[in-house]
């Protein structure tokens, strides 16, 4: 339910964008984001060339919402002429996108220094990054993106414009979305924001795993993955404005896949990073009987880091009892029998099992680390008496073992989980 406020919240607060950046628009015509200006005018630019230019704009501030908003702040600001800079949006202001660059040093500074930091001093920082992001792309989707998508849909015609026959010869009726009869304008926003949120979606689970990675170097290559991405897009535009597009709407498509499992990733990171940050907060919010949990591997239908509750049913057997997608109806998974035991963890318990004569346990739940030092209530409640300190790997065997485990990579030989069912 609080998605779904969360969700209306922004549409709603786009709508507001919207009305306002219709009436304010400047006349001028920003390249992709951090990209330099073309040297043609508005009159001289070629069909479509703006919508080119927007979609880029969108899928790099979706990247980096901090960066991509800062950047197209100042240089709207820049190439604005001093009688129009009034008409600006707030986020071109001098003080909206310096105080974004002066974070954007901070973060820069954090990592620079944090490669020769010891990570009990670095990964709160990353955490807090974390929240960075979510607020970032929180004010992009509700502000910047529906300034851009209404610049954007100026570019496009309206129906009674949109015929040869009617309007003549002109480049705006040989756009695609230009020859149509149906007003396509009042849906640009709506796939602006969806667009934008799939691509931060999918690019802020790869700020989770620098969260959550305890190995210096594989944040960095981590780091060093999302700026390729995002030079990828900039580079592009700056050769041509369309390939600058083309390559983002391979993106979104991608993200789009990858929006699902990117999700989980991004509410495990965020409740991880909670618990971590306000560790009292977890520790009042922990319920051993029903402690929260997450599934550590695909298995029944269950997708992996699916978040739920461990219960104990009124028959006495256990289940995983979980929402998709938090909002939809409720489901439930017994747990097999078998033989498990409870691992302590470093940073979080979990639940392990083993087969009827496998050699060795295997996790299947994740608990979150407000649940440290409830390990034994939990046992206790499961009726589990094997209750044991977490083994600790080192080298690549270690780094291995944290992919396999944060991504859910290995699958059981067999359905370790029954299919769930509605309960």
């Not at 709506?190 to 934008?196: A, E, Q, R, W």
């Not at 802020?204 to 594989?218: K, M, R």
């Not at 078998?338 to 299947?364: K, Q």
């Amino acid at each position: 339910m609080n998605a779904l406020k969360t969700l209306a919240a922004i549409f709603l607060l786009a709508a507001a964008s919207l009305t306002t950046a219709q009436a304010d628009v400047p006349v001028t015509n920003p390249p992709a984001a951090s990209t330099s200006a073309l040297s043609t005018t508005h009159t001289e630019r070629l069909p479509g060339v703006d919508l080119a230019e927007g979609i880029s704009q969108i899928t790099g501030t979706a990247i980096s919402p901090l960066l991509g908003v800062s950047s197209v702040g100042a240089w709207r600001y820049y190439h604005t002429s001093g009688t129009m800079r009034e008409r600006l949006p707030w986020f071109c202001h001098p003080l909206a996108w310096g105080f974004g660059f002066a974070l954007l040093g901070l973060c820069f500074f954090k990592d620079f220094f944090g490669t020769i930091a010891p990570p009990f001093l670095k990964k709160p920082l990353d955490m807090i990054e974390l929240f960075e992001n979510k607020l970032s792309a929180l004010v992009a989707s509700a502000a910047f993106v529906p300034f851009i998508a209404a610049q954007m849909a100026q570019q496009i015609p309206p129906p009674s414009q949109s015929s040869l026959a009617t309007s003549g010869l002109n480049y705006a009726s040989m756009l695609p979305l230009g020859s149509t009869s149906l007003e396509v304008r009042p849906l640009l926003i709506p796939f602006c924001i969806l667009s934008f949120l799939v691509v931060w979606m999918t690019c802020h689970a790869i700020n989770v795993l620098i969260a959550l990675c305890p190995f210096g170097f594989i944040d960095a290559l981590l780091k060093l993955c999302k700026s390729l991405l995002l030079s990828a897009i900039v580079l592009c535009s700056l050769i041509n404005p369309y390939l600058g597009a083309a390559l983002s709407v391979i993106i979104i498509a991608i993200a789009a896949y990858l929006a699902p499992a990117a999700f989980r990733l991004t509410l495990f990171g965020t409740l991880f990073a909670t618990d971590t940050l306000l560790p009292w907060r977890g520790k009042r919010l922990a319920t051993p009987a029903e402690p929260h949990a997450f599934v550590s591997f695909r298995a029944s239908g269950v997708a992996t880091r699916t978040f739920g509750r461990i219960v104990r049913g009124p028959d006495g057997a256990v289940h995983f009892r979980y929402r998709p997608w938090l909002i939809l109806p409720r489901r439930s998974i017994p747990l097999p029998k078998g033989a498990f035991a409870i691992s302590r963890g470093i940073l979080f318990p979990s639940l392990l099992y083993r087969e009827n004569g496998a050699d060795g346990y295997a996790e299947v739940i994740a608990f979150l680390p407000r649940y440290r030092t409830f390990a034994s209530e939990i046992a206790g409640h499961l009726e589990i008496v094997d209750v044991r300190d977490g083994s600790i790997a080192s080298g690549f065997k270690a780094i291995r073992a944290w992919f396999v485990e944060t991504l859910g990579l290995e699958k059981p030989r067999e359905s370790h989980l029954p299919h769930a069912q509605v309960v």
